[in-house]
């Protein structure tokens, strides 16, 4: 066993309670009910509306001549988001959703870091409780666990868009413990529990002799 085993990353999200609200007409993302009935859903994203592309990735060269390589041209999402290493440390990317792939981007230099089919992708973990964190499973590469405020619009264009490519099916699974893998070698378990004021996050490095 190395001397890495065991070692320990936390994270605390701070992910303030808001008191419940009367009803109003503000539009709600009617999209997200099918799945979003499982999770204690925070008020902010019941009633965020859904532009997807936030980064307007058509008045942006560098992002287009990335796509236009892969011959991708309908971009469903684009946004910044929190992309969490093998070593437990964050980065910045930007993930654009097409109709074909994912694509992550380094923010400063534009340069593709990778590009994830959307058939090579299996399943999505989330938790039960009100986090930003989502883990997109792709069992023949490595998985990618990242975080957004706008998680709940991603998992809706990522189950609708390979749906419309493949006819499959995402499963996205809820569950306040799950294992994921940063690289081909290497298991971690993402923990999220209630506490007061909000939900601690924490991400674990799986011992060798239990994988």
Do not use: W
């Not at 041209?73 to 980065?91: E, I, P, S």
């Not at 959703?97 to 380094?106: F, N």
């Not at 998680?151 to 809820?174: G, H, Y």
């Amino acid at each position: 066993m190395n001397r890495y085993n065991n070692r320990r990353v936390q994270y605390d999200v701070a992910s303030q309670k808001k008191p419940d609200k009367e009803p109003s007409d503000e539009p709600t993302e009617e999209k997200l009910e099918p799945f979003m009935g499982v999770k204690a859903r925070r008020l902010a994203s019941m009633h965020r509306d859904c532009s997807g592309d936030y980064l307007n990735v058509d008045s942006q060269p560098l992002l287009l001549k990335i796509l236009n390589k892969q011959g991708d041209r309908q971009v469903l999402f684009a946004d910044k988001v929190l992309k969490f290493t093998g070593t437990g440390k964050m980065k910045r990317r930007i993930l654009i959703i097409t109709d074909y792939a994912l694509y992550i981007v380094d923010p400063e230099s534009y340069s593709l870091k990778r590009r994830i089919a959307l058939a090579a992708v299996e399943k999505l973990y989330l938790s039960k409780l009100c986090d930003n964190f989502l883990a997109i499973v792709i069992p023949t590469e490595y998985d990618m666990l990242m975080a957004s405020t706008r998680k709940n619009e991603i998992v809706t264009v990522l189950v609708e868009a390979t749906k419309n490519d493949s006819d499959f099916e995402l499963d996205v699974i809820f569950k306040n413990r799950f294992d994921y893998n940063p690289a081909a070698d290497l298991v971690k378990e993402v923990h999220f529990e209630e506490v007061e004021g909000g939900v601690k996050t924490r991400i674990l490095r799986k011992p060798d002799d239990d994988e």
